[in-house]
């Protein structure tokens, strides 16, 4: 008989939105009378804009043309996409170590976040906050990295702890005694929107250089960074180039939740025992990955013209005025928040068990918000509520919540 793959015996439960959605399935089919609001899984609600769609269409239309069509295209993406990223999300911010070369065209920043492990050997320490995007842990349990779960926290793997002393901003001290050689690093932070200022981004690069390590940083949510100060890429630190991998998305950015587009940057500069890392990703995304269509790679180029550039800060203001609501309902309630100003999710703490606030809020308010321990052990006691959603319904959202808590 053949035999699976145990490592998939160790994972703690189901994906963490596949369990929200199962609960909040069941509300559904009892006896819920009022509309239910969802601000759960970080799912854009915004038409992709004007601009954007247009150049969609265009690159639909081309396909229906003898002397326009395309088949498969270049595995890494079309040069022209990957010319205009490193000319306008890293040139034109001052990263020139970053050219079209280090940048693969992927359809998700959540494949590729997961697929990255691959390229080290299977014994290797990672470490990875806590509370974070439960995909980072989830697939180096697949991969066989970890021991079964024990206390809500797998063997093997090093948990970074995010707290409200350190801001929910880890840094590399904490692997003094426990060195990893991969870290996933993740800001503006799923699910607590923190950021990461350059002295902290700084550490932690200093500490990759001296180790040898190599950070995968997930900046799915840079365009959200409102603040000037705070660094949008990894690359804006000295070194980076060297030890670090940073994934983007224009999920969150422009609304290709549903459309599927990201990217994934991998510096030529870094270099293990003679070779590149990034010949071995084009490796690995040559073979097991054939490109995002051609028409959506129009639609991303759009996103960096003059109206795309308008168009798409003008939805991530009305998310980002939409956090703003959220963030006057939980001071009306009193709690204790973080994000929200440069990130689209606000994580309160409820100093209750996630899952019962989670329930309570669903079968009382009838929205949909995300459990905090979802994210981790770290997460225990802690809710996030994502801005994606109308403001008419936001704001319906926090009253039947203000309600509901007062
Ligand atoms: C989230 O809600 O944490 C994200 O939407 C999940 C994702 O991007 O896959």
Known sequence: MIRLNPNYDKLQSDYLFVEIARRVNKHLAGNSKRKLIKLGIGDVTKPLSATVIKAFHQGVDEQASKTTFKGYGPDQGYLFLRAAIAQADYHERGCDCIDASDIFISDGAKCD???????????????????????????????????????????????????????????????????????????????????ANREQLGDWIQWALSQGAI???????????????????????????????????????????????????????????????????????????????????????????????????????????????????????????????????????????????????????????TPGSGFGKMGQGYIRISAFNSAENVREALERIVDLLS
């Open 215 to 369: 950070i995968l940083y997930d900046s799915a949510y840079e365009a959200f960074i409102t603040d000037t100060n705070t660094p949008r890429s990894v690359y804006e630190i000295p070194g980076a180039d060297k030890c670090a991998v940073e994934f983007r998305s224009f999920s969150k950015t422009a609304g290709f939740t549903g459309v599927r587009c990201a990217y994934t940057v991998v510096p030529g500069a870094i270099e293990i025992n003679g070779i590149k890392l990034q010949n071995m990703w084009n490796r690995r995304h040559s073979t097991k990955f054939n490109g995002v269509s051609y028409p959506v790679q129009k639609a991303a180029l759009a996103v960096y013209s003059a109206e795309g550039r308008r168009e798409i800060k003008a939805n991530i203001d009305s998310y980002l005025a939409n956090a703003r609501i959220i963030l006057d309902a939980m001071n009306s309630l009193g709690y204790q928040y973080w994000g929200g100003v440069n990130s689209p999710y606000v994580w309160i703490k409820t100093n209750e068990d996630s899952w019962s606030t989670f329930d309570k809020i669903l079968k009382g308010a009838d929205v949909v918000i």
């Open 113 to 195: 976040t997961s697929n990255f492990q691959e390229l080290f050997a299977s014994d290797i320490k990672v470490a990875l906050p806590d509370p974070v995007y439960p995909v980072y842990a989830d697939t180096n349990v697949m991969a066989g990295r970890t021991g079964f779960a024990q206390n809500g926290r797998y063997q093997g793997l090093i948990y970074l702890e995010g707290n409200e002393s350190n801001g929910f901003v880890p840094s590399p001290g904490e692997l003094v005694n426990n060195p990893a050689e991969l870290v996933y690093l993740c800001f503006p932070n799923n699910p607590t929107g923190a950021t």
